[in-house]
């Protein structure tokens, strides 16, 4: 600035801009916005500084640019906060109720970090709403599909997911869930922390609390009664939609290792599924359509994983397991009948 007086003029500018406006922020966005304003400025000093590069007149254009630049967002920064304050607390939170979601599309998964700071994973063919801005008393997203979250423990403002007609309500902990619209149950497995599950419509009922390396399976239609696996007498697909089960994960096993987050770890894992419920997973985990040509094959069951295959591998590899199909790839469609 003592080199140029136009730099200096600008200087004063700002100065006089801040002292003018800072009344109206509150000491935290004051202290937030002054360290945003260092931190530009400091870089705008080491990017300008290349005095055995550029002539003396070139330097000082550069200087002049970047603070340019520098002064412009913190005026566009000022103007935002002033235009963002003077709008109804309705039409924001309106605003952020319409963000997009956070989408995973099938044949993909995604990582994204929430304004929180929690960090969520979404699985094929998930997406992630935002249910208010992450600004008031509670942090509430509504989930399709399956994700794992990372949650940023805030003891006063809980986090909750909503999901087919249920509440997840946490303060900080990781924990999977899985809710897919052609799924019977939602699942949700906790490794660590707290969790309250609650159904919609039964607020006033006492909510199933979680322990770590627990897993709920909660029908989607009404479930009123606790079972647990060891007292259960009855498989799970014989027991009444009433009821949900708690089971216990094997703790001992690596999270990479384990059933429940092994898509995170790019590995495709089934158990006793039937061909209809696996196709599901495969439409999502290679983005094809799977078509059945006979309703009989929707019966057969299959055990295994994928990890490295690709969708033609995999069906070979499903029918060396179960020979009992047959299959066709076309383009992105897959049919499948019964073998002659």
């Known amino acids: 600035m003592r080199q140029d007086e136009e730099l200096q003029q600008q200087y004063d500018v700002l100065v006089h801009i801040w002292k003018e406006k800072h009344g109206y922020i509150n000491d935290e966005d004051n202290t937030n916005a002054r360290n945003t304003i260092s931190r530009i400025i ?15 007149r070139r330097k000082r254009w550069n200087r002049r640019r970047i603070f340019l630049t520098a002064s412009s967002f913190i005026l ?5 906060w002033f235009w963002l304050s003077s709008k109804p607390v309705d039409a924001i939170a309106k605003k952020a109720e319409q963000q997009d979601p956070i989408v995973a599309n099938n044949g993909s998964r995604s990582r994204s970090l929430l304004p929180d700071g929690t960090t969520v994973w979404l699985n094929a063919g998930s997406k992630l709403h935002y249910e208010n801005d992450f600004n008031g008393s509670s942090r509430e997203v509504r989930l399709e599909g399956e994700a794992f979250f990372d949650v940023v423990k805030q003891v006063d403002r809980p986090f909750i997911v909503h999901t087919s007609g249920i509440d997840i309500r946490v303060l900080g902990t990781a ?8 799924d019977k149950t939602v699942e949700t497995t906790l490794y660590r922390g707290l969790v309250q599950v609650s159904r919609q419509e039964d ?16 029908p989607k239609q009404a479930a009123k009664e606790e079972v647990k696996l060891s007292e259960a007498k009855t498989p799970l697909a014989k027991q009444t939609p009433a009821s949900f ?15 429940e987050t092994a898509w995170l770890y790019s590995r495709l894992e089934f158990r006793g599924d039937s061909f209809e419920e696996l196709a599901h997973k495969l439409e999502r985990w290679y983005n094809v359509t799977i078509v059945f040509a006979d309703e009989k094959v929707k019966y057969l069951n299959f055990n295994g994983s994928f990890e490295k295959e690709n969708v033609d591998q995999a069906f070979k590899a499903l029918q060396a397991a179960v020979p009992l199909f047959k299959y066709k790839i076309k383009d992105n469609e897959i049919s499948v009948g019964l073998s002659q």
Do not use: C, M, W
């Open 175 to 182: 924990f999977n869930v899985k809710s897919y619209p052609e």
């Open 42 to 56: 400091n870089r705008a000093a080491v990017e300008s500084d290349d005095t055995e590069i550029f002539s003396t």
């Open 76 to 80: 566009l920064l000022t103007a935002g």
């Open 203 to 218: 607020i006033a009922k006492k909510p199933i609390q979680l322990k770590p390396n627990e897993k709920l399976i909660l």
């Open 245 to 259: 089960i708690i089971t216990h994960i094997d703790s001992t096993k690596k999270e990479s290792e384990r059933f």
